[in-house]
Every structure is written in structure tokens, then in C-alpha cells.
């Protein structure tokens, strides 16, 4: 979808990929045609999760298409201050590594701000950094991710049109946002040196791209609140070319995605009716069968009257569907009628597969599901699809080696092996961890930790062991943040286990949102395997479900299960989710949430309930929701 928003250009693409290679392409055309005209590329580049894919594209052309970056000359938005360029969080180790390492640009065309510079140096250094890029022409194409905050570059809400290269302070939430990274919010620097919104201002054409649920709320402050200083990026409104390029889920709170019927005239099905209608409902805080013909006709909605009929058969109809969706078999209900039910009665018992991305997503996200299918006789494997071992502390695991060793002199193990883990834990401890690489030794030790919780957890929920698998998917174990791409072994080892298992439904969590995309990663190699097995006859017969809770749940108009949890089952999956002793109480990657795992998941839960209660239909205690992936 493309079209003009005021005067921005947006585009909104179904995925980061396609939108990612959009982009690419625009800069090959400028590289070729300057080469055309024996000038130099001027590139502004930004670091983050944002422009990764464009990244890797730009790679690919030079390996397979030959583009040569000889003539290109790169200035980098910003750096951490205080950062050696060698860190592992440093934009520079970044940029090498995503890009420069793997082109052929030359090294002196490429400028990213020091992060190690004399503190009463700062201000010479940035006017001079300012002055190379006027001295190389000005910028050609800019590309810019947004932060929360809506800053662009590290440009944080206060900063004015007018500002240049220049040291500024980091606000709050963008810290909390880098903390993964940096293995903690106490790790990550205050302050940055970033280009300023004028030096952005300058460059002939911006790409400002944003990826997931995440950035929705900011990019519709962004482009439909006026410009102001508390939004940096509402600045671009007053560049002459600028393109703001979505994927559907950063886009979900724009009118296009949002209210499309709002702005033209749309196609009126049962899902778009659905969610126009749940809409209504919610601005006008009234119940599905309360809406009135005068309703729909004053917010927008007369083209559904005309086309669908009066608003007492669109209610109904619209009642129905949502009443369809709660069932309390979500492995369907034997022998009972099931053309009206989300799932259906046969087979029964059925094999159920969920696939956890981390350890503890299962009970987290769909607990109450989980425990309904066993007490109601389903054969129910779980597959942990990572490890999760980043997410343990390094104090946390070295008491368990601590435990473990004692133990050994306890049992007088004189020659055991974990005298020498123990030395090589102890060292990296007290070394600096910025720059040591974490020992595997430990990365194990996490591992470990992480399984026998998500074993106890299984256990608590009556699953069988032999249904309980690791899958250990290799693209995840590099022990740090950033992760290797989606491998071919990670799609095998999912077509094996699948293929081993021959389930009748499949839960996937579909929650796009956690901070490092490791969901997203895990739910695009079960859909390359689906994809792979679609033509086994079992696989025909198979519903997989998507499933959310532990960082954002399915809008209600899109839900085709939701599963009512009673008070009793709550307090189950609460238990369940205890288990997870090392995510408790204050964990490795929290988010800008500051609830536990458990609290977030019950109120959503809980939320989701009161949602429905108010359309109209039974109060529960609680619901987990479902939408079910058609492939
Ligand atoms: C990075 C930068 C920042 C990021 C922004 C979004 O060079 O200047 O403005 O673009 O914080 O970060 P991601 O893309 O990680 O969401």
C-alpha cells in the first residue's frame, strides 16, 4: 500500500523484508548512476534493528550482482559516548559487522562518530564531523530507524530543528530499549554523539523505516500530531522527500491499517466487519447489540449499511461470529456439534504440538490452553524451540556451578571437570565483559538452568517427558544478542520433529513483539516447515493457531479461539509460570514493562475477558486468545 501523507510519502509493506529491499534498490540506483557520472554515493547510515535487512540486501548485491561501493562515501548518525569502537555494543563493531566487513567500500570514505573522545574535545570534534559531510556534498540518501522516544539519530524529544552534531543526553525509555544489549539498563551509556535534526534536514531524501507492534503508537504521533520538538521525527513533515516505509504491524495505528473504511471504500468481509464493528463498539463504549443504524451512519460506516443491510443484522451477525470464537475445548469437544466451534470434535483425542520459542512461552502465553488439553485426554508434546541461555544472569548460574562444586568436593570427585569450568567461569567474571567473550561453559550452565525449569514446568502441567523436547535451534546459539539468520539446520530439525510427530494442531506463538525478534525468528521457521510439509496428508489435516501473551495480545477482531480461564486455572498457570526461577523477580531482558512475566500475562488475560464482557457477551475471569494461521 502506498500514498501520500500530507506531504510524506507512506508505504506500508507486508514485511520488513520486502520493505528492506525497496529501499536497497534506491540506493544501488544512486551508486550506479553517480558512478555513471564518475561522482561519489553520499550515504547517512543508521545503525539498530532497523536498517539490518537493508544491510544485508546491500551485501547480497555486491556478492551476487557485483555493485561495487567504491565511490560511496558513508557518515554514520551516532555512537554511545564513552564507547570504544572495539565494544561489542559500539556502532562501529556494528557497522563492521552488518556491512563494511563484507563490501568494498574503502575505509577512509567511512565516518561514524568517535565514541572515545576527550570530553573537552567534544564540541571541536563535532563541528569538524558536521564540516566533512558539507565537504563531501551533503547527504544523497539518509536512511533513519525511530526510537520510541521519536527520536531520529539520537535526537531525543527537545531537540530543535535547528540542532547540529553535537553530544546529548539519552532519555530514559531509549536506555531501557538499548538494555538488551548491554546486558542490563546499568550498563548502557547516558550519553551519545549524534548527527542533529538539521543535519538530517539536509540530506536530498530520507527512508525513516519502522519494523512491529512496537513502533505503531510512536509513527502515528509521528505523522498525525503536529510538529514539535517532543517529537523529533514530526520534523521531517517539513522535508520536501521523505519516505516513511511500515511493515502492517508498525502501521497498525494509522487509519490505513486501523479504520481503512474511514479513508475509501473498503472490502466489506467478515473479518474487516468484525473489527469495524468491535471499533464502533469501543469508541462509542457501547455493547455489539446496542449499536444502532444512526451509529454506524455518523462514524463512517454508512457504506457497510448500504452494502451489508440495517445495523440490527449486522449486529447479530457480528454478536454471532465473536460468540463462536470462546470455546473451553480447544482441542475440540468429542462428539458434539462442532460446525460452529473454532475447532473440530475429530479426531479425539487429538495430538497437540506447541512450539515455545524461549523455555517458558508456553505457560506464559497459553498456560490455561495448555492444561485444558491434558486434563481433556489430548496427547500434548511441547518443543522449546531456543535455548534461552542469554536471559540467565551470570551471578544466578555461577551459584549453581557454586552448588555443583561444592557438591563434587562434597562427593570427593577429585578429577571432575567442573574444577576447570569453575576456574574458567571465575576469570570471566572478574574480566572485562564488555570485550571478553562469554566462555560456552557458562552459556551451558544457562542452558541447562533454563531446561530443568521449563522441565519442572512441564511436569507441573502433567505432560509427559517423553513429549517434552529441546530443540536448541542452532540460528540462536551465539551467545549474545544478535543472532545468525534463520539457518537451513534450524528449518530441518523443525520438519523432523514435526514429521516425527504428525500433530493434529499446532500453537505457535505469534507475538511479534519481544525485544530481540527471537519470536519472530521462531515462528518463520515453522512457517518455512509448514510450508515444506503442506502436501503430507497429516498436514492437511492439521489447524495450526498462533497464540500471544507475554509481550502484546491479538486485537479482539481478529481472535478466531479465545479460551475461557477460570479464577482456579489462573492461579494454575500462575504456578506453572513460577517455575521459571531465573526469569522471576527482576529478569535479564525486561522490556519497558516493569511487571513480571506472570502479572503481564494475567492481566492481558484478564483484559481480554473484560473486552468481550463488554461487547456484550458472558464475563469470564480471564481468556487466552488464539487466531489461526492459514497455510
Ligand atoms: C541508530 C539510531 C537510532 C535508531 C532508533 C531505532 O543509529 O540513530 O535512532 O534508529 O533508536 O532503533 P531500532 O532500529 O533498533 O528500533
Redesign the pocket.
Known sequence: MSRMHETLELKIYENSVEASKDIALHIKKLILDRQKEGKMAVLGL??????IEVYNELVRMHKEEGLSFKNVVSF???EYFGLDPKSKQS?HRFMNEYLFNHIDIKKENIHIPQGKVDFDYVDTYCAAYENQILLAGGIDIQL????RTG????NEPGSSLESVTRMVTLDNL?RI?AAPAFNGIHNVPHNAI?MGIDSIMKSEKVFL??WGEG?AEIIEKALNHRISEHIPASFLKKHANVSIVLDTPAAAELAEVKTPWLLDSVEWTDKQIRKAVVWLCEKLDKSILKLTSADYNEHGMSELITKKGAAYKININVFNQLQHTITGWPGGKPKADDSQRPERANPYPKTSLIFSPHPDDDVISMGGTLMRLVDQGHNVHVAYQVSGNIAVFDDYAFNYLDFASDLDKLLDNENSKLKKIFAEVADYTNSDKSITKEPKSLLRIKGLIRRNEAKSASRFCKIKAENVHFMDLPFYETGEVKKNPLGDEDIRLTVDLMKEIKPHQIFVAGDLSDPHGTHRVCLDAVFKAVNILKDEEWMKDCIVWMYRGAWQEWNIGEIDMAVPISPEELLQKRWAIFKHQSQKDGVAFQGDDNREFWQRSEDRNRSTARIYDKLGMAEYEAMEAFVEWKF
Request: proline residues 4%; charged residues 10%; negative net charge.
Open positions: 543508521a545503525t539498530g534493528s532497523s536498517p554514520n548518525l551516532d556502532y533513519l530507524g525511530i526510537g527520536h531520529i539519530g539520537f531509549t530499549d549524534t523505516m519502522a513502533k
